[in-house]
């Protein structure tokens, strides 16, 4: 699937939205991407997942792990494509971890799969949880990166898409000065719509 094409399936199931948002990172942005939206349609999700699959298969993981809410989607339709297990990360005590009896074998090779990656925080917070309970991290990858180039990891980053809108710290941010509602959509808040 084309980088272009992903971004168009996003606006057709409405999935790309506009307003003044507060992202997972605490950033603020004019832009949302709701993969939610765009992960609801099962041959959608089939379709991307299945290609970002095929690119995270020479990296030969053993296991895929996501941090929730977000990424478990995404990982799971990754890991049926590659044919393995698929865990998540959820937050405890303000720190990602393991629960419901998912155990990472040490030495086991893992790729961490997210929806988007912005900041890359809980990307690292999912590597750094892999590492330390034995498993060996081999890549990431994600639907889209949203990063603008300024997210860097210590395995490889594999994204179907790029695309680059403005974020700002809230203390930056434009649309707060011009007195915008501002929303927090996805896991992070209430009702996106």
Not at 40 to 69: C, I, M, Q, W, Y
Not at 99 to 117: A, K, L, N, S, T
Not at 156 to 178: G, T
Request: with cysteine.
């Amino acid at each position: 699937m084309r980088s272009d094409k992903l971004i168009e399936r996003y606006k057709k199931e409405g999935a790309l939205l506009r307003g003044h948002f507060i992202l997972s990172s605490g950033m603020h942005s004019e832009w949302y991407l709701q993969s939610a939206l765009f992960l609801a349609r099962p041959e959608e999700a089939e379709a991307a997942l299945t290609t970002l699959g095929a690119l995270l298969a020479p990296f030969k993981p053993d296991l895929v792990v996501s941090p929730a809410v977000g990424g478990i989607v995404a990982g799971q339709e990754t890991a049926r494509a590659l044919g393995k297990r698929a865990f998540f990360a959820e937050r405890a005590g303000g720190r990602f971890v393991l629960r419901r009896g998912f155990r990472i074998e040490p030495g086991e090779r893992v790729v961490v799969v997210e929806d988007v990656v912005t900041t890359g925080g809980s990307v690292r917070e999912v590597l750094d949880l892999v590492g330390a309970v034995g498993g060996r991290p081999v890549a990431v990858g994600a639907l889209i990166d949203r990063s603008d180039g300024r997210v860097s990891f210590p395995v490889p980053f594999q994204a179907l898409a790029k695309i680059a809108f403005p974020v700002w710290p809230a203390e930056r941010c434009p649309l707060c000065r011009e007195g915008k509602p501002v929303r927090r959509p996805g896991s992070a808040g209430a009702n996106s719509r």
